[in-house]
C-alpha cells in the first residue's frame, strides 16, 4: 500500500523557515514524480514545487522561485520542501503527491489529475 507521508509543518513568524519532509514507502518511486501543492483557507489547491526522482528536473511556482527548494534522499525515500522567507501568503496545508512520470515538462507538473497519491497534509501558519 502506498503511503505519503508529511511532516515538519508548525507555527512560524514571517522572515523564518521550515523545512517539509515526505516519506514515501509501499512502492519504488524512482519512475515517479514528486510534487508539493498547498492550499491555503478558502482557496483552490495550488502547485508549489516538484522534481523528477532521479533529481534532474525541478518546477517551482512563480510564488516561491527563489525561497522554496525541493530536494529528496534516495536513501530515505524521502522528499523534503525546505521553505525560507516566509509569508503570510504562505498559509495553508501543504501536500506531498506522487504522479507516475519521469518528466515534468509541458506543465505535468502543476496538474493535479496527474498525481495518483496524496499525503494527508501537514498545516503551516506563518504569523505577521
Known amino acids: 500500500q502506498v503511503q505519503l507521508v508529511e511532516s515538519g509543518g508548525g507555527l512560524v513568524q514571517a522572515g523564518g523557515s521550515l523545512r517539509l519532509s515526505c516519506a514515501a514507502s509501499g512502492r519504488t518511486f524512482s519512475s515517479y514524480v514528486m510534487g508539493w501543492f498547498r492550499r491555503a483557507p478558502g482557496k483552490e489547491r495550488e502547485f508549489v514545487s516538484a522534481?523528477?526522482?532521479?533529481?534532474?528536473?525541478?518546477a517551482y511556482a512563480h510564488s516561491v522561485e527563489g525561497r522554496f527548494i525541493i530536494s529528496r534522499d534516495n536513501a530515505k525515500n524521502t522528499v523534503y520542501l525546505q521553505m525560507n522567507n516566509l509569508n503570510s501568503e504562505d498559509t495553508a496545508v501543504y501536500y506531498c503527491?506522487?504522479?507516475?512520470?519521469?518528466?515534468?515538462?509541458?506543465?505535468?507538473?502543476?496538474?493535479?489529475?496527474?498525481?495518483?497519491?496524496w499525503g494527508q497534509g501537514t498545516q503551516v501558519t506563518v504569523s505577521s
Open positions: 522534481m523528477t526522482w532521479s533529481g534532474s528536473s525541478r
Open positions: 503527491a506522487a504522479a507516475p512520470s519521469t518528466s515534468i515538462s509541458g506543465g505535468y507538473a502543476s496538474n493535479t489529475d496527474e498525481y495518483a497519491y
